[in-house]
């Protein structure tokens, strides 16, 4: 992700939260030109994202293929600013 498509009011860390709640989504748009969500499932739902840990969903494999179609995802992500969830920081 390019740093200028990177909301100003979210920090590094919550741009790699969005990214897995994103892929972590049931599917969005059924086109031939981009990949089926989710494509990780957390291995426990646990309310805090940051201590989840996720793991493949799916039969896909890392080639030229699949790699074009997250491409596209990568495109819709940045581009939708609407779909974001905002999540509470908690602070320990």
């Given at each position: 992700?390019?740093p200028g498509?990177?909301?100003g009011?979210m920090d590094?860390?919550?741009?790699?939260?969005?990214?897995?709640?994103?892929l972590?989504r049931e599917?969005?748009?059924?086109?031939?030109?981009l990949?089926?969500?989710?494509?990780i499932?957390?291995?426990q739902?646990?309310?805090?994202?940051?201590?989840?840990t996720?793991?493949?969903?799916g039969?896909?494999t890392?080639?030229?293929?699949?790699?074009?179609?997250?491409?596209r995802?990568?495109?819709?992500?940045?581009?939708s600013?609407h779909?974001w969830?905002?999540l509470?920081?908690?602070?320990?």
């Amino acid at each position: 992700i390019r740093p200028g498509d990177v909301p100003g009011s979210m920090d590094a860390k919550e741009m790699v939260m969005a990214a897995l709640q994103f892929l972590s989504r049931e599917s969005i748009a059924n086109s031939p030109d981009l990949e089926s969500l989710p494509l990780i499932r957390p291995l426990q739902e646990l309310a805090d994202l940051e201590r989840r840990t996720f793991h493949k969903h799916g039969k896909w494999t890392l080639d030229t293929r699949f790699k074009e179609k997250v491409l596209r995802l990568e495109q819709v992500f940045v581009s939708s600013p609407h779909s974001w969830k905002w999540l509470k920081r908690e602070f320990l």
